[in-house]
């Protein structure tokens, strides 16, 4: 056998053909250059803000690599085809009588030589498509990679690796195919539909039957190997279909070359082979991840028509979980099928008392990258304030927040929202006490454990962030990433939480100096605002047209205030801040209806109310002060911190004075260990409160978006859904200090 194999290497390296060949394959090189030049010169072309949505280019090597198998397989067809076109083949016959030992004896030179002709052929290609997009290559995407993928990349090395290794073994189809052809042009054309034609049939199918068959095309193979993307398969099935292939080629090429009477024993031990290969290599199951709950059309119709639903029983105490349960809707934005599954991410809602299947459906299109690897989930969780068990009028509406100088104004505001939360809690004591998020959290567990996932990723939004530090409490071991989106902290002091609100006041004044369409344009608005806020803590403003009760005290028009002056609306116009300052103009002048017309239009009160249905969730978690004493402290520091907006870090937390219930889940610290380290993101409001609260778990990294804005993915804001895919599909954190901005600028990672 040595002898064979000695005598094909002459005869491949005696044929210039191979060399020529060998020479063309540089064109796959220039081919990914090529490429490259043209994807860098589009997104050049692109507005800053569309960058982000521009496909990646990924490690190049999938630009050229159809041609460079294309003349690899070439050469491995005429290893065998040259020897039939002209004649040699039955000298070859005559020395080695065995044709299957004549056809296995041209493997190690053919392999051999297109196992270092493909590392050069892969490493090339790469670096030049790296070197084509230069500094670009860095730029991250909304699909969670960056437009170029560097060696460093995870899984990028091995990728180019198995690149090299699967250009082998195309080569070795390519012998395959020639041994049963026979012909070096019915060769050629029988590789051009295995190598170029049918991956183009693949692209013209539609989603996800283009993704599920264009996984199967050898192009695609090496990606999924490595696992850095690019089909449905798992690693170890890919690597078991590459090897596959290559054993059907040959299996065929030595059934065809087999004397009559013997290549149905050829073919047998061929197919036994093929047939084995899964049980040899330790094949796992393929399945896309069990998904128990029945899903079905969502009943309500306003949803997205995308969306599925189902529903998940969960105790109504989870201390009894035999008592009384209630049910929950889930919903379901299922995974597109363009990439290999990774999971499912659960999406937390904010509010508290928002439905996240609602919102699920509303920011359908913020999620539409994340599903090429992942379920995305929601619930509509018991704290939602329209499930009909208590009355939502009730939960909608509640008293009106007073900022007690004494004790005994502080008792009276304590009677106030005890009989408001009685009022509301009469239609079912049981349910109404138990809207904490602990509780919220098991009920996130039991729609895990209903999915069937050992682990979850998630993103908490808002007041999101409280069931989720709950959940990391509770169920450590079940988080596999975790992002937090502008989320509450309940372990920063009040007053800090809001010292942004603060800066966004300074924001507004700057505006009012510099722009004509702020009706305080020409006037001190730090000294009118505040001049104004003292005068109606003296004599509460009246609202125009409304009884004496109505009249707008310092502490209501700052509350009032607040969400216009960290949400100005779109530039360059702020409505919102044109608005504010209309108001705050008339105000001024003996009248604050310019703030009671805007907060109608959310609460259909003339002040500002305390919802019953956000307090029976912030008062079982702890929000409250535990005395007179505490408040008075917790005043003395906002008045310290916030000389505009004293006093509207307290607002919640004075809700819950005279609460009927007692808190059941109060803050308490996250685990030291067991934790995955969390993403967090946030804007000018609430960037450094996120921040906090995230690097309290060792290893978290963060992401500042320098403008306005809250809960920042499901707003579509591009370049934090590029860094928080990124970190959900391959764990990977954004280097220190990385900022985003509202046309997605931020440095390269």
């Not at 907006?645 to 808190?663: D, K, N, R, Y």
Request: hydrophobic residues 45%; proline residues 8%.
């Amino acid at each position: 056998m040595i002898d064979v194999i000695a005598s094909e290497w002459l005869k491949f390296r005696s044929l210039r053909s191979n060399l020529y060949l060998l020479a063309c394959s540089a064109s796959a090189i220039g081919a990914c250059a090529a490429t490259a030049f043209m994807i860098g010169r589009g997104f050049d072309r692109q507005p800053l803000d569309q960058r982000l949505a521009f496909p990646t280019n990924g490690d190049g090597i999938g630009n050229g690599i159809a041609l460079a198998y294309f003349v690899l397989a070439v050469l491995g067809a005429l290893t065998i085809t040259s020897e039939h076109s002209t004649g040699t083949i039955q000298a070859s016959l005559v020395a080695v009588p065995r044709r299957q030992v004549l056809l296995l004896a041209k493997i190690p030179a053919l392999a051999a030589v297109a196992l270092v002709a493909g590392q050069v052929l892969a490493f090339a290609m790469h670096a030049a498509s790296m070197a084509v997009l230069g500094d670009r290559a860095g730029q991250i995407l909304r699909v969670g990679v960056t437009l170029g993928t560097p060696l460093s990349e995870p899984g990028v090395l091995a990728s180019v690796i198995v690149a090299g290794l699967s250009m082998a073994a195309v080569a070795l189809i390519g012998l395959g195919v020639g041994a049963v052809v026979r012909s070096t042009p019915g060769a050629l054309v029988a590789l051009a539909v295995i190598i170029v034609v049918l991956p183009v049939v693949a692209r013209t199918l539609p989603m996800p039957l283009r993704a599920q068959a264009g996984s199967f095309m050898i192009e695609n193979l090496p990606f999924q190997i490595a696992g850095t993307g690019g089909g449905i398969l798992p690693p170890a099935v890919a690597a078991v279909l590459l090897v596959g292939y290559v054993a059907v080629a040959l299996t065929a090429g030595a059934t065809v070359m087999a004397p009559a009477g013997r290549r149905i024993r050829v073919a047998a031990i061929g197919v036994a082979t093929v047939v084995l290969l899964p049980a040899v290599t330790g094949l796992p199951d393929t399945g896309t991840g069990p998904s128990t709950p029945a899903w079905a059309d969502c009943a309500d119709k306003r949803l997205a028509e995308e969306l599925r639903c189902a529903s998940v029983t969960v105790p109504l105490d989870w201390a009894k979980p035999s008592g009384r349960r209630i049910e929950l809707t889930v919903g379901l934005l299922p995974a597109t099928g363009a990439q290999r599954r990774i999971g499912a991410v659960f999406a937390i809602p904010g509010g508290p008392g928002a439905s996240g299947v609602a919102e699920l459906s509303e920011n359908a299109g913020s999620f539409a990258e994340l599903r090429d690897r992942f379920d995305v989930v929601s619930v509509e969780p018991r704290n939602t304030i329209d499930k009909g068990v208590l009355p939502y009028d009730c939960l909608v509406s509640g008293p009106w927040i007073t900022w007690p100088d004494t004790r005994a104004e502080y008792a009276e505001l304590g009677r106030r929202n005890q009989a408001a939360a009685e009022r509301c809690r009469a239609a079912d004591p049981d349910f109404f006490d138990h809207m904490d998020s602990a509780s919220v959290a098991r009920d996130m567990e039991a729609v895990r454990a209903a999915l069937g996932e050992d682990q979850l990723s998630f993103i908490a939004n808002s007041y999101g962030g409280i069931p989720a530090i709950a959940y990391s409490r509770l169920f450590p071991g079940r988080v596999r990433a975790m992002v937090f989106d502008g989320t509450a902290n309940p372990y920063m002091s009040r007053a800090q939480t809001r010292l942004p609100h603060e800066e966004s006041f300074a924001r507004f004044a700057a505006w009012c100096t510099a722009s004509t369409a702020c009706a305080l344009h020409g006037q001190d608005v730090g000294e009118v605002w505040r001049s104004l806020v003292a005068r109606a803590d003296r004599v509460p403003v009246p609202v125009e047209g409304e009884p004496p009760q109505a009249a707008y005290s310092g502490f209501d028009l700052k509350e009032a205030a607040a969400p216009s002056i960290v949400s100005p609306g779109p530039a360059p116009g702020y409505p919102r801040w044109t608005e504010l300052a209309e108001a705050i103009k008339r105000a001024a002048g003996g009248d604050a209806s310019g703030f009671a017309d805007y907060v109608r239009q959310s609460t259909k009160s003339p002040k500002v109310p305390s919802f019953t249905g956000m307090n029976m969730t912030h008062c079982l978690d702890g929000l409250g002060f535990r005395d007179y004493a505490e408040y008075r402290a917790s005043r003395r520091e906002g008045e310290r911190l916030l000389p505009n907006l004293a006093g509207t870090e307290l607002w919640h937390p004075l809700a819950c004075v005279g609460w009927p219930a007692p808190a059941t889940n109060p803050p308490a610290p996250l685990p030291s260990t067991g934790l995955p380290p969390y993403l967090g993101v946030g804007s000018w409001t609430d960037f450094e409160a996120t921040a906090d609260l995230v690097r309290r778990v060792p290893g978290s990294g963060t992401v500042e978006y320098q403008d306005h804005g809250h809960g920042l993915y499901n707003a579509g804001k591009s370049c934090i859904i590029a860094h928080v895919n990124r970190y959900l599909i391959s764990l990977r954190l954004p280097a220190a200090g990385t900022v985003c901005g509202p046309q997605g600028v931020q440095p390269a990672t």
